[in-house]
């Protein structure tokens, strides 16, 4: 699975700062081709869209330029400076490589964005959302958890840009939640809801093999504390205790320390970490 940046890119974007618009830049109505950047990992939805499909749709739009027709403005934003476009990343593709064939068309229609990058960030979503634009549903839950991700809207609001149901965001939230309470050290922020999903299914077994390392070793040190070297001189008793504490617990324990034997994985305590156990 690919790196997901978009977080660590919309904050390097939010250090650039949005910029005052003069009045002259509000009523833009086109800019050079060239002028336009793209930070499509932060406002381009469609992720997930196969090459096929991404291919017709640029072709369709190719075809409309060849017909000497223009296309729907592009919605733009200056940030540090910079013009970013935040809807119509195939538009604006369409006519860079109808320049680069050779057109001698230089600019392109533009629609000025104004508002803070939170907003840019919730319009771009909410403007592909809608089935007629062919957005995948992939595309739109992995929208709706950048937006559970930032925190600043409602599920209502979340549900009503992505149209995700508001169960299924309710259940990103509480996610979200148990995921930073299971593994507080991993940037799930950083991460898809797919992948967060795969974690709390039990399905990513890295992580959770190094949390129950990492709580096996915190425990090891608290037993060590707590009991000190009673259960190295009386292994029987400790055994005794844990079966009047919780019969089933001490069944269990001892079926993951049979298998773990079977296994070859039981491992030495290393002294240094508990000392006294």
Avoid at 81 to 108: F, K, M, N
Avoid at 131 to 149: G, P, Q
Wanted: aromatic content about 6%; glycine content about 6%.
């Amino acid at each position: 699975m690919k790196p997901n940046t978009w977080l660590a890119q919309f904050n390097a974007l939010k250090g650039r700062g949005v910029d005052t618009l003069t009045v002259s830049e509000r009523g833009l109505r086109r800019l050079p081709i060239e002028e336009v950047r793209t930070l499509e990992a932060v406002f381009q939805p469609r992720q997930l869209e196969d090459a096929a499909a991404s291919g017709r749709h640029l072709g369709e739009l190719l075809r409309v330029l060849r017909d000497h027709a223009a296309l729907d403005p592009i919605a733009v934003m200056k940030i540090g400076g910079d013009w970013y476009c935040i809807d119509g990343h195939y538009r604006l593709e369409a006519y860079r490589q109808e320049r680069e064939a050779g057109s001698r068309r230089s600019h392109l229609p533009v629609k000025v964005f104004s508002g803070t990058l939170e907003e840019a960030l919730r319009a771009s979503i909410e403007v592909n959302a809608p089935d007629k634009l062919n957005l995948t549903k992939e595309d739109k839950l992995e929208a709706a958890w950048r937006l559970v991700v930032l925190g600043q809207d409602s599920v209502a609001q979340i549900s009503h840009t992505s149209t995700i149901a508001e169960r299924t965001v309710q259940r990103m939230r509480r996610g979200l939640e148990q995921a930073r309470t299971l593994h507080p050290s991993q940037p799930f922020e950083t991460w898809t809801w797919a992948k967060v999903k795969d974690l709390l299914r039990g399905e990513l077994k890295e992580v959770q093999t190094a949390w129950q390392d990492a709580k096996a070793g915190e425990w090891a040190k608290q037993l060590a504390r707590t009991f000190k070297g009673l259960p190295s001189e009386h292994p029987r008793v400790f055994a005794k205790a844990l079966l009047r504490y919780n019969a089933e617990t001490a069944k269990a324990i001892a079926e993951e320390i049979h298998q773990a034997t079977q296994q070859g994985k039981l491992r030495a305590v290393v002294f240094e970490e508990a000392p006294d156990f």
